[in-house]
């Protein structure tokens, strides 16, 4: 009778452990994902941008999803680069003086599903934050990076897996 439960929770564990998605989407047949670096050519360069959103897209994708990550060639592929990397003076105020600093990046990305060719998509994503103009950039830069990485990976996994 032990053999028989525990064959049984062995079969439902591995009939439960396709497609699995913590986003509410379904990877369907896909088991890998690959991530292409994404090449920074905004106008203002960050030199880790690159990386650093790379790395954040694929670590989104691992901690949401059941997919393996592949060097290359996964089920889902997603590549791109980066479009966009701004500080733009928002809200001028009654002396002319921004309140307001705009800090946007945007990313432009491919996304190819080699099991179902429907699901490909080319598109910009972009976030911002708003910080106050006499903020002192410099020591928030890396905190608003990581924020808006991760609101645009979310964004990108959402629209390739949940089709959002």
Not at 3 to 13: E, H, N, R, S, W
Not at 29 to 43: C, G, M
Not at 47 to 54: E, I, Y
Request: overall charge negative.
């Amino acid at each position: 009778m032990k053999k028989i439960i525990v064959a049984l929770l062995f079969l439902l564990v591995n009939a439960c452990s396709g497609g699995y998605s913590f986003t509410g989407g379904n990877v369907g047949d896909a088991k890998t994902f690959s991530v292409d670096l994404f090449p920074n050519y905004a106008p203002i360069v960050n030199p880790n941008l690159s990386l650093q959103f790379t790395e954040k897209l694929k670590d989104i994708i691992l901690q949401q999803t059941s997919l393996k990550l592949k060097p290359e060639d996964g089920d889902l592929h997603f590549e791109g680069s980066i479009i966009e990397y701004s500080f733009v003076p928002l809200a001028p105020q009654g002396n002319q003086a921004a309140a307001q600093t705009r800090f946007t990046i945007s990313v432009k990305v491919k996304f190819t599903n080699k099991l179902d060719s429907s699901k490909n998509f080319e598109e910009k994503f972009s976030r911002f934050v708003d910080i106050p103009a006499d903020a002192n950039v410099a020591s928030l830069e890396n905190q608003l990076i990581e924020q808006i990485n991760r609101e645009l990976a979310e964004n990108i996994l959402n629209k390739a897996i949940v089709n959002w």
